[in-house]
């Protein structure tokens, strides 16, 4: 059966991927860290473009009131989320895609050991506070209420969160490629 997590589940796996994703950062060196385009990401693009998500979705958790009800249908699962959107991802042209990143590619320029260390603690305090942000959430509020995501629609509060899981994954996957070479 999927896995529709927790608040205690997310809570844990964001500290978690916060984590991993440090260890990870802090072994990579400055230079690798900072070389990329926006055509060929370094570490650097997917951390900025990982902070900028994680720090949108928080600002939307902080601020309840403003978020939208929604049906108290059930959320989505981890897989399903994941496949959904694997499947409307392929659908989106690559342009597009390179466009989520312009704001990664002019905040990743400096190859300074200082930038990355100050772009890791960023990341860090994006992904700590969005899983300091849902202790105030209820189980059913998770559901009760909407996100909008720029590719997938309207998403439940939940099913948002779930959606950073993988997509954290995901770039992480992309930086451990990155450098293996």
């Keep these: 059966m999927d896995s529709v997590f927790t608040k205690l589940q997310l809570i844990a796996a964001f500290r978690a991927q916060a984590a991993s994703m440090c260890s990870l950062l802090s072994d990579i060196p400055a ?18 473009h990982l902070i900028n998500v994680a720090t949108r979705i928080c600002a939307g958790v902080t601020n309840q009131s403003a978020l939208p009800a929604r049906d108290l249908t059930l959320s989505r699962g981890f897989v399903e989320m994941r496949e959904t959107y694997l499947e409307t991802l392929a659908q989106v ?26 772009s890791i ?42 959606f950073a899981l993988y997509h954290n994954t995901h770039h992480e996957r992309g930086i451990r490629r990155i450098t293996a070479t």
């Design 121 to 162: 603690a960023r990341l860090d305090s994006a992904l700590t506070s969005l899983a300091d942000a849902l202790a105030a959430w209820s189980e059913s509020d998770l559901d009760a209420y909407g996100m909008a995501h720029p590719i997938l629609g309207v998403l439940s509060v939940r099913e948002m969160l779930l």
């Design 31 to 48: 230079d690798v860290f900072s070389t990329g385009s926006i055509a060929d990401w370094s570490p650097a693009h997917h951390v900025e």
């Design 93 to 118: 042209p690559a342009e597009t895609l390179r466009n989520f990143g312009t704001r990664a590619q002019l905040a990743a320029a400096d190859a300074d050991v200082q930038r990355k260390t100050h």
